[in-house]
């Protein structure tokens, strides 16, 4: 297992169209992230499943956004109707434990640029 | 309310010296911190964490100081080599998710 991956890596889209993205944790890890980061900035979370359930999501997740991950092992996260300012990487990130105490592996982003 | 921020945007150190990456949290009940380094076009990159009942962690050419009084914790790095360079995020674990500051960029002058 060579960690948290992400495809594809860049995507270039129109404004209004919907455009999805795929994230494989590594192996086993029952929770994974959804992060979106601005240049400059840190990441931003988005939402979180804990196997195939949604736990929770920010308030940076509009009803444009949809977040799956329907075997509890790869997820999608799915923008409808994009505008420019979802231009963004976005980050997936896994963990292995339960508990609190527990870094994330993040994978290598896909980068969102909507024209 | 609650953040995790830097104090400082960007580092300069020469290579060799020792770097220092500051961050300051405010929620008084978090309980575990961890700092990432993050290269360009790549993802965060776990480097070391740190759990609230200890006060210092060292690894291979890094070490995490946390300061619980004054809710700091900081990032050293041993002879700062090129390879270095990247921004370094302190990020703080509540549970579910986690909250990044804003990032240091370190640049390494040969």
């Known amino acids: 297992d060579t960690g948290v991956s992400q495809d594809p890596r860049h995507k270039i889209t129109k404004r209004g169209q919907n455009v999805t993205f795929r994230c494989d944790p590594i192996?086993?890890?029952?929770?994974l992230y959804w992060y979106r980061q601005t240049l400059g900035q840190g990441p931003e979370f988005l939402t979180y499943?804990?196997?195939?359930?949604?736990?929770?999501k920010s308030r940076l997740l509009s009803d444009r956004f949809s977040a799956e991950r329907p075997k509890g092992s790869f997820s999608t996260l799915e923008i409808q109707r994009t505008e420019q300012g979802d231009s963004a990487m976005y980050l997936c990130?896994?963990?292995?434990?339960?508990?609190?105490?527990?870094?994330?592996?993040f994978g290598q982003g896909t980068r969102l640029t909507v024209v | 309310g609650e953040s995790v921020g830097l104090h400082l945007p960007t580092l300069s150190v020469q290579e060799g010296d020792n770097s220092i990456i500051n961050c300051a949290y405010s929620?008084?009940?978090?309980?575990?911190f961890i700092w990432y380094k993050q290269e360009s076009g790549k993802g965060p990159q776990f480097i070391i964490d740190i759990r609230s009942n200890m006060d210092k962690r060292q690894g291979q050419r890094v070490t995490v100081l946390l300061n619980k009084t004054v809710k700091h914790l900081s990032l050293q790095i041993a002879a700062t080599q090129p390879g270095d360079s990247a921004v370094y995020f302190c990020?703080?674990?509540?549970?579910?998710?986690?909250?990044f500051g804003a990032g240091t960029r370190l640049t390494v002058k040969p």
């Open positions: 990020a703080e674990n509540r549970g579910n998710d986690m909250r």
């Open positions: 990130a896994s963990s292995p434990a339960q508990g609190r105490s527990t870094e994330a592996f």
């Open positions: 499943f804990q196997n195939e359930a949604q736990l929770e």
């Open positions: 929620n008084s009940a978090s309980d575990y």
């Open positions: 192996s086993e890890h029952n929770r």
